[in-house]
């Protein structure tokens, strides 16, 4: 409508049909069941502006409903807001980040802060919004319910403010409050000793309430210059600086109607820890990743609902540096260091002792220990800030899948299209990573990477699949023609019906059906993520049995392991892995044909921490062995003879192997040795029907440093074999 240039409001108007969106109304009736009510008949012109006046930090959003139909209309009316990429928190007024039914009730406005940015949503003047879902940095909020008569038209309006931090943004909230005071409070932070300003750091602003509870006003971040600033309404306030996540001293300070004053804030002491990382070569430089866990004990830590990040195994601060260096800052301890690089590589663990304005140093080299050398390994569901639920930035998950040991660098964000392979070539990792383009087709059925795909800027979410008002079956029909080579794999099956494939149709393991919506199942997809994150111990219950099921069916599904890692600190990527068998292990040399035919063969071992060498031949030799998806017809001697090789980091605990038959354990060996070989040995047998077969690992220990909290296990997709010599396959259940 207008682009400013006039010196006037900006102005971008969007009109289109009304409609029910059946897949905002599938997640309601998941998560928040009590806000689903049939809209029934809609008949609503609807006319949404965007305004952006001159010199305004708050855009205005204003949405008009007429009322076209035939009678009055009860309405309900939501806000739903994403906010995607910069690394935020929550920011409930006086409370901070809240979760869960914490996060419900009414608001005067909502908060998103980060070091580099903050936001603020907020209704008309003297408003309150209700806060229905909190999910992450995805909002539903419920302005108003009111009665429209027929031909009746209303407008409703609510708006974003945006400052350099989340005082900023505050500041453009209150200026739109009727008689609104304020004074201010500005000042430096201060290096302890060199007394040089300090960039970056938060500033958290807190107040005594009249009940004598400490609220949470807000906070400011010190800029380039070491400066901040907030506005605030008259009253006394402390602020406060963490390191690290914990506090230092805290600064009074008590501030009048239209008062300003300058506050300089010196930060807690530092001091810092150089590290470098390169192969067992000593030379050249390695992704790896690096934990510190404090000795010393802990003084007084900011509460979580100050934003407080978490990080697994009891660490202070975890970093991912591509290049293999790190300078680290650090509150004067003791601590101890470990650097790892996936559970396939040796780890180095160090406790050093940091000096305030002092650096200690650690050089550290990694060998690889479990050999892949036909291998490369993938996690084939990662998120980064292109999905609404994540905030990692692209930079940051690439640095993590390389210090993980991943060489396939596989993007899969929600209805979003992302190509890593400008960052990976930007951050030097060629050799290293390759990028493999894909989407997580988000639908009200189920989740299905497809993978891999073309990135076409040129259309919508660049190329994202426009599913909309398809069925399972007609959908996958629609990203095969689009993609002729992709593999379409289902994501945690099991689950929310509304996110889980299996779930949402009723597929019965035992008839192989899906019984609750027979007309949406369809069987053409060629993976299952049989494993999600830390899913292993539920896996073999659930999704275990299903792919069980499936194989003994005939149908050739390949199954994955990935771990949908939305925070690279939480969630880390890797864990489990897929390695696809290709040949060799460099990244460069793949073709996209090459990985999706691997991928279709069925040669992927799903790893949690140990590495399977499954072959079978009918000779006892290995020379004459075949592998993952293959098919061994049997000769007139009727042996069949399994080479299982398993190997493991020390570190790693397995305590049992399973030989799996046609989804049943046939055999099981326990595992207690702590070397990389735990188990090398060629197993005979003497089958009578066809049968397929697998190997599984597992332990009960977690894995550490590696992937704290996490179960270490390993299985392997199947070999076939063929008994009456007809040269197929023959499955158990016909």
């Not at 793949?590 to 079978?616: D, E």
Request: hydrophobic share 35%; glycine share 8%.
């Amino acid at each position: 409508v207008n682009d400013g240039s006039d010196g006037k409001a900006a102005v971008v108007r969007f009109q289109g049909k009304d409609e029910s969106l059946a897949l905002l109304i599938a997640y309601i009736k998941a998560f928040a069941p009590s806000m689903a009510q049939d809209a029934g008949e809609l008949n609503f012109k609807v006319v949404t502006e965007y305004r952006l006046e001159p010199k305004s930090h708050s855009l205005e959003i204003r949405v008009s409903l007429t009322n076209t139909g035939s009678r009055y209309k009860d309405i309900t009316f939501s806000e739903i807001a994403f906010f995607m990429g910069d690394g935020l928190t929550n920011y409930f007024p006086n409370k901070g980040d809240r979760n869960g039914r914490s996060a419900l009730g009414d608001w005067p406005y909502h908060g998103f802060a980060s070091p580099r940015v903050g936001y603020v949503v907020f209704p008309e003047a003297g408003g309150l919004f209700q806060s229905l879902v909190k999910y992450k940095t995805v909002l539903v909020g419920l302005q108003k319910s009111f009665t429209l008569e027929k031909n009746a038209s209303k407008t409703l309006v609510w708006y974003v403010a945006v400052g350099k931090d989340l005082a900023a943004a505050q500041a453009a909230y209150r200026r739109k409050q009727p008689k609104y005071t304020f004074g201010t409070v500005r000042g430096r932070v201060l290096d302890p000793d060199s007394k040089k300003p300090l960039a970056g750091m938060v500033v958290y602003i807190e107040q005594t309430q009249s009940d004598g509870k400490t609220a949470y006003i807000g906070q400011a971040v010190s800029q380039d210059d070491g400066t901040y600033s907030a506005e605030l309404p008259p009253g006394n306030y402390t602020l406060r600086i963490a390191r690290h996540q914990e506090w230092g001293k805290s600064t009074k300070v008590t501030l009048k109607k239209k008062e300003k004053k300058t506050l300089d804030i010196t930060a807690p002491p530092n001091g810092k820890l150089s590290v470098t990382i390169t192969r067992d070569d000593g030379k050249t430089p390695l992704p790896a990743k690096i934990s510190i866990v404090p000795m010393d004990k802990r003084g007084a830590s900011i509460p979580y609902s100050y934003g407080k990040r978490s990080y697994a195994g009891g660490a202070v601060f975890q970093s991912y540096p591509h290049t293999g260096k790190a300078t680290i800052s650090l509150k004067p301890g003791r601590y101890r260091v470990t650097i790892t690089r996936g559970f396939f590589y040796g780890q180095h663990q160090e406790e050093i002792t940091v000096k305030a304005n002092e650096t200690a140093t650690i050089t550290a080299s990694l060998k690889q220990e479990i050999e892949t050398k036909t291998y490369l390994s993938g996690d084939f569901h990662v998120h980064a800030h292109g999905s609404p639920d994540s905030q990692d930035s692209n930079q940051a998950k690439v640095s993590a899948m390389a210090a993980e040991g991943m060489e396939l660098a596989v993007s899969t964000d929600h209805e979003f299209v992302t190509d890593y392979q400008p960052t990976v070539n930007a951050m030097g990792l060629q050799k290293h990573l390759r990028a493999i383009i894909g989407e997580e087709v988000t639908t009200n059925f189920g989740h299905f990477n497809a993978y891999p795909i073309l990135f076409r800027p040129e259309l919508v979410n660049n190329g994202a699949f426009q599913w909309y008002k398809l069925l399972a079956p007609a959908m996958f029909n629609l990203i095969y023609k689009e993609a002729p080579n992709t593999i379409i794999q289902l994501n945690h099956p099991r689950g929310a019906a509304a996110g889980s494939y299996l779930s949402y149709v009723g597929y019965n393991n035992k008839t192989g059906k899906a019984e609750r919506k027979p007309k949406e199942w369809s069987w053409n997809f060629q993976a299952v993520e049989v494993v999600n994150g830390n899913g292993f111990t539920s896996a073999l219950k659930s999704t275990l049995p299903d792919w069980y099921s499936m194989l003994n069916r005939g149908r050739r599904i390949t199954a994955m392991g990935n771990s949908d890692s939305h925070n690279m600190y939480t969630s880390e990527v890797g864990y489990p892995r897929s390695l696809v068998q290709l040949g060799n292990n460099d990244p460069q040399k793949l073709t996209l044909k090459g990985l999706s035919q691997a991928l279709k063969q069925q040669r992927v071992v799903v790893s949690g921490g140990a590495m399977i060498k499954f072959k079978a031949s009918t000779t006892g030799e290995t020379s004459t062995a075949v592998s993952l998806g293959d098919l061994l017809t049997l000769t007139d001697t009727g042996k069949l003879f399994l080479h299982i090789k398993v190997e493991a980091h020390p570190t790693v605990h397995l305590d049992k192997l399973q030989i799996i038959k046609n989804g049943k354990v046939l055999q099981e060996k326990k595992l207690s040795a702590v070397t990389l070989t735990r188990f090398d040995q060629t197993i005979e047998l003497s089958p009578t029907k066809d049968s397929w077969y697998i190997v599984m690992v597992s332990g009960k220990k977690p894995l550490g440093s590696v992937s704290p909290g996490s179960r270490p296990f390993a299985f392997t997709n199947p070999i076939f074999v063929d008994t009456n010599k007809n040269k197929k396959f023959d499955p158990p259940i016909q």
